[in-house]
């Protein structure tokens, strides 16, 4: 557990993350560690936290317990400031800017860095990852399809250059076809330099594509360890990958 | 034939006036999605500035507009600060702002009832009022053409901010997705004060226009209902649908007065936001946009 990173450095932690919606409990202590470099991914059914988990680390709902720690410092309370300290969110449904155009929507994801050289290299490279941008480049993001509005997401979300990239369901409401582009293009984000902590309901594309995985259920990490040992977990094939007799009931398959 | 020209042209400065309120009140309901109704409050209050550092330093427009509109500015950004934030940081209940908007609109009204008087005040005369002559074919005055040619400038200006700046951008897609916006590394407590002072300082503008229309009292801000009627009949929230609705009610109300009967204005003006309102209640220009899952 203590040494989930080994060599490499810890770059985002979350320590007894504790979040509630008035009276219901949406987050009991939950804590996670992401190392430089890694893929992480966290699974977990239909109103496990997940959401609730990345925008508590976004500070969009507040932590009411715990903190988290990106590289020795603990995010601050303020969204706009988690965005400069270096963390950034593709968000659950796209949440694209439908009447700005694609490259509006991009140059809105570099807001925080102002009048930054870098932000002109890093659209050449946003398109280099998702060419379709580019062709698309001034259509309103409110007319491109489903899995074109997910790239442009994530392309939002690389230009505010961050340290961890959030990615809450990539694969949501996309064909399965389309699924295996955009994971494809994170991989190839992350050999790139970019550290990942993604949330996905759909468990197998994502323990596929991470390094590590933690299941998460009904507010509480259930189970952690590498993807490969958890794809490979009786429970979870059962509860999680559409295995057993259980699909997609996962109330009592890890307790 | 004369007395058309003349009529289009006093209906369009009169609408280009509205249009400066109703444009910044359609930008706070773009951002907040609540009726600001202390909006008039903000116009008055500009007009009130300007006539006091007319009356106190002289007859120096240029100064005594830009510190109206600077004064009007802040004092927007104030009423929200200290009249809306503080809701909008425990709910998202749209009505408590709507409600809280109403007091703020009856506070300020009343503030300038104590200070200045309840009296009708005439703003010193810098702004030329002469009449023109159009080549024979219709007269006008000069006050007219200055408010429909300072209106233009003014929404230009704001076109240009909306469109070439960063803040401006932001400022767009905040109107589409608030919490989104706070996403990209937003302050969204400095964007509402940015769009605050906008819309506080193209008030005063209106205000200064009004006032010398006419004169200048502490319910002027009640004309502000129109500048809301223009903002429905273009769609609410839509700038360029508070621009087009402003320019129609103005031309509406002018062609009236000239041609039917000058008391008959009003009724037209609310027959016209009835009508919109069972017709096509989003406006014209009224975005109804279709989610994608």
């Known amino acids: ?255 | 034939m004369g007395t058309l020209l003349q009529q289009i042209i006093n209906g369009l400065s009169l609408g280009s006036v509205y249009a400066l309120i109703a444009v910044g009140y359609s930008l706070v309901y773009s951002i907040l999605l609540f009726s600001n109704f202390a909006h008039g409050g903000f116009l008055v209050i500009g007009g009130y500035i300007c006539y006091g550092i007319l009356k106190t330093f002289g007859t120096n427009i240029w100064l005594a507009g830009g510190l109206s509109l600077a004064g009007a500015g802040i004092a927007a950004v104030l009423t929200e600060r200290l009249a809306y934030r503080p809701i909008r940081e425990r709910t998202n209940v749209t009505l408590y702002l709507l409600i809280a908007s109403m007091g703020m609109s009856i506070v300020i009204e009343n503030i300038f009832v104590i200070v200045a008087g309840g009296r009708f005040r005439a703003l010193p005369p810098v702004i030329p009022t002469a009449p023109i002559n159009f080549f024979g074919f219709a007269t006008t005055s000069a006050f007219d053409l200055l408010s429909l040619v300072s209106a233009v400038v003014f929404l230009g200006a704001l076109q240009l901010f909306l469109l070439k700046t960063r803040w401006g951008l932001a400022i767009r897609a905040a109107a589409y997705d608030l919490r989104t916006a706070g996403l990209m590394g937003v302050n969204v407590n400095r964007l509402i004060s940015i769009v605050f002072f906008v819309a506080g300082a193209l008030a005063a503008v209106g205000g200064i226009f009004l006032s010398v229309r006419y004169t200048l009292y502490p319910q002027l801000g009640a004309i502000t209902i129109k500048a809301f009627v223009a903002a429905v009949i273009g769609g609410l929230g839509s700038l360029p649908g508070a621009v087009v609705g402003s320019l129609i009610l103005g031309l509406a109300e002018m062609l009236t007065a000239g041609f039917i009967s000058s008391q008959m204005r009003d009724l037209v003006v609310f027959s016209m936001l009835v009508i919109t309102l069972l017709v096509k209640p989003t406006g014209l220009f009224g975005k109804s946009v279709s989610e994608k899952v």
């Open chain 1, 1 to 255: 557990m203590t040494e989930v990173c080994g060599e490499k450095t810890v770059l985002l932690e979350v320590r007894d993350l504790h979040v509630s919606y008035g009276a219901i409990k949406a987050l009991t202590g939950v804590s996670l560690k992401v190392c430089e470099g890694e893929i992480v991914c966290v699974i977990g059914s239909n109103g496990a936290g997940k959401s609730t988990l990345m925008n508590a680390i976004m500070a969009m709902v507040r932590r009411e317990k715990g903190e988290v720690i990106l590289s020795g410092k603990p995010l601050e309370a303020k969204s706009f400031r988690v965005v400069q300290q270096g963390v950034s969110l593709s968000p659950e449904g796209r949440k694209v800017f439908a009447p700005l155009s694609v490259l509006e929507n991009l140059r809105m994801g570099a807001f925080s860095r102002g009048a930054d050289k870098g932000v002109e290299e890093d659209l050449e490279w946003v398109f280099s990852l998702f060419p379709r941008l580019k062709e698309r480049i001034d259509q309103y993001a409110g007319t491109l399809s489903g899995g074109e509005q997910q790239m442009l997401a994530i392309g939002r979300a690389l230009m505010a250059r961050p340290r961890v990239l959030l990615l809450d369901e990539p694969s949501l409401g996309l064909a399965p076809i389309i699924i295996k582009d955009i994971f494809r293009e994170l991989r190839r984000i992350n050999n790139e330099g970019v550290t990942i902590l993604l949330v996905e309901q759909n468990a197998r594309q994502a323990l596929l594509l991470s390094h590590r995985g933690y299941v998460l259920q009904t507010g509480q990490i259930v189970q952690e360890g590498p993807s490969a040992d958890l794809l490979a977990n009786a429970d979870i094939k059962a509860a999680y990958l559409g295995g057993g007799h259980g699909a997609g009931k996962t109330t009592k398959a890890l307790s």
